[in-house]
C-alpha cells in the first residue's frame, strides 16, 4: 500500500494500530483514557454494546496489555473493574498521531 504525503513524511494508512482500530476497543481505550477507573457495566452501558462483545475486546486488550482487570466482590456480585496500562496509554497516543497524520495529509 502506498503511504500518502504528509508534512513528515509519507503516511502509511495501513500501518495503523488494528487492535485500538476496532470501534468497541478504540471505545475502551477512549473511555479509560478519561477515566481512572470503569467497571464493566459501566463501560457496557457507555458502548453500547452486549456482555460478550465487551468480554471479547477488553480481553484482547487486556491480553496485549494495553488495558488491566481487576475482579472482585461487591458483596456477593461480581465486579470486574478496568484501567488503561501505560501500555495502552502509548498506544493510544500512537493512534491518535497517526490518525492526526493522516488527517492532516488527505485534507492538504
Known sequence: MEGVAGDGGPVDPGAIDQLIHARVRLGIVSALAVNATLTFNELKELLGTTDGNLSVHARRLEEAGY???????DGRLPRTE???????RHALKRYLDHMEA???AVRR
Open 82 to 88: 478496568y484501567r488503561l496500562a501505560t501500555r495502552g
Open 67 to 73: 488495558v488491566a482487570c481487576k475482579k472482585s466482590f
Open 102 to 104: 493522516l488527517i492532516h
